[in-house]
């Protein structure tokens, strides 16, 4: 009982994350009908801007993710300015693939600019775990955690109580009667893309000091978003975070219990068993986006 | 107040509308009827700014606003009541309302307006909080219409706000036009319903193939033998 409660609380800290990447990718999917294969990059992008804020420009810690998380809304920002607003009236086809290039080449960029030696990164917490009754959890564990938890907290805000939040949702629902309530859609999909890289950033900045940030860790990390948002039913936000938080914790309990080498498996078996026989995800009867 | 000058779109390949005038004056009722394909929603949707026009010109309070942004559009006073209603169904009515304000600043006065739509409109004031994908055909007829007011519009194009609905509600939904005009509101409506749209209209315009092949007070369209045989069932 007691590996197991200690399971539950390693793998809400995972799931947190998983969430984060999540509710991006499912933003942008959902909003501007776009897989985005380059979601992985984001977080990698966050994780080594944390790097090179703390380790090179011995910026403060809490800082450093905070400034990892506006250069991914930056950075989405650009990329959607730049790459995907000439294409807004092209077929999923054509920007699925733009993203796969966007992809290969942040990657070998990230590759050439920092080496293939994975980089620490240096945080501020003590390594002794906070324990509480049977479980113990590393500080930076806790911090990680209660990030992800508020970062989800906000978007929920931002999304269902702003006035840019309902109108991207209406944005989602009929994109044409949007644009005739005045809506800018271009706007809109800047904004959303913007959005879902910095949360995908976020989850790259409080990941990278617990794991390590190297090049092709975004790999893992967009498998494991397209999996929450395959769990939690496309474009659906609240989906993606319970899918994140149940993917989290399903892959520590199968870490446990099974064997640590199949972590990643349990989360995919996961997912083909989802596909098998509830394919618009978990959760598909509750409304999309919101 | 609205004036078309020879105005030309196309859908790819395939024009839709080819070379339109058309006026409506300040405080008219003015109704655009003709068969299905005739073109009636693109004129609608070339002055909102959804379609972009080919050629010709788009003239609003002496402004042009050929070619111009629906945001633009909106701004400069003209509200598109869309066919089909098109309300966000899962934003509540309130959300729906304020999308319908979304490009005004001026707080109090959204404020005040949705007061007034939720007066005006019982049944959205008793489910401001409602996914408006839950309401009946005809509240979300209300919906939709509340909503292009929520813009304070001085031009309301309305497509086709009788489609689907059934009788009892196409009346009450001509009447809130009716009364929308009497506050000072203008009107350029698209119908099918050709009976009940004269009826209310001052003048109307009849399209055919992408050309208004026919215009007038409604009165006299009404007994026009051509209209009648075509659009009022003899």
């Known amino acids: 009982m007691d590996a197991f409660l200690q399971h539950l609380v390693n793998g809400l800290v995972l799931g947190g994350t998983y969430a984060l990447l999540g509710i991006g990718l499912t933003l942008i999917f959902g909003l501007m009908n776009l897989v985005n294969f380059a979601h992985g990059e984001l977080y990698t992008l966050g994780a080594y801007a944390t790097f090179a804020a703390v380790a090179l420009g011995g910026w403060n810690f809490f800082v450093a993710v905070a400034a990892a998380i506006v250069v991914g809304a930056v950075a989405g920002a650009l990329c959607e300015r730049v790459l995907l607003a000439p294409l807004r009236d092209e077929s999923i086809d054509t920007t699925m693939l733009v993203m796969i290039g966007l992809w290969i080449a942040l990657q070998n960029a990230e590759l050439l600019g920092w080496g293939g030696v994975a980089k620490s990164i240096p945080h501020p917490f003590p390594t002794a775990p906070l324990t509480l009754g049977p479980v113990g959890i590393a500080p930076l564990r806790v911090f990680v955690v209660l990030t992800a938890l508020a970062l989800i907290g906000l978007s929920w805000l931002l999304i269902q109580k702003t006035r840019l939040g309902t109108a991207m949702r209406a944005t989602f629902q009929d994109r044409e009667t949007a644009a005739l309530m005045g809506v800018k859609i271009g706007r809109i999909h800047t904004a959303t893309f913007a959005f879902g890289s910095a949360l995908a950033a976020a989850a790259g900045a409080l990941l990278g000091p617990i794991f390590l940030a190297y090049p092709s860790m975004g790999d893992l990390a967009s498998l494991k978003a397209f999996s929450v948002v395959i769990l939690g039913g496309l474009g659906n936000l609240a989906g993606a975070t319970l899918g994140g938080v149940l993917l989290g914790i399903a892959e520590e309990l199968g870490a446990g219990y099974v064997s640590s080498g199949y972590r990643d498996a349990v989360g995919f078996v996961i997912i083909i068993l989802v596909l098998l026989f509830r394919p618009s995800g978990l959760f598909a009867r509750s409304q999309r986006i919101g | ?234």
């Open chain 2, 1 to 234: 107040m609205l004036r078309l000058e020879a105005v030309r779109a196309a859908y790819g390949p395939v024009e839709a509308l080819r070379g339109i005038d058309l006026e409506v004056g300040a405080g008219e009722l003015v109704c655009l009827l003709g068969a299905n394909g005739a073109g009636k929603s693109t004129t609608l949707r070339a002055i909102s700014g959804l379609v972009r026009p080919t050629a010709g010109r788009i003239v609003f309070d002496d402004r042009a606003i050929t070619g111009a942004e629906p945001s633009a559009v909106l701004a400069s006073g003209i509200a598109h009541c869309p066919e089909g209603r098109r309300v966000f169904p899962h934003l509540t009515v309130e959300e729906n309302l304020a999308m319908g304000a979304y490009v005004r600043r001026d707080r109090e006065g959204i404020a005040q307006d949705l007061e007034r739509v939720c007066t005006h409109f019982p049944i959205l004031g008793e489910r401001r909080r409602q996914a408006a994908g839950t309401l009946s055909g005809g509240e979300q007829q209300m919906l939709a219409i509340g909503r292009a007011l929520m813009a304070r519009p001085r031009l309301i194009l309305f497509d086709e706000p009788s489609l689907g609905l059934a009788p009892t509600v196409v009346e009450t939904t001509f009447a809130i036009i009716a009364d929308i005009r009497r506050q000072g509101t203008t009107v350029l409506m698209v119908e099918q319903n050709a009976y009940l749209a004269l009826q209310m209209a001052d003048r109307a315009y009849v399209m055919e193939t992408g050309r208004i092949v026919l215009s007038g007070r409604a009165r006299d369209l009404m007994n026009d033998e051509k209209v009648r045989r075509a659009y009022l069932g003899g």
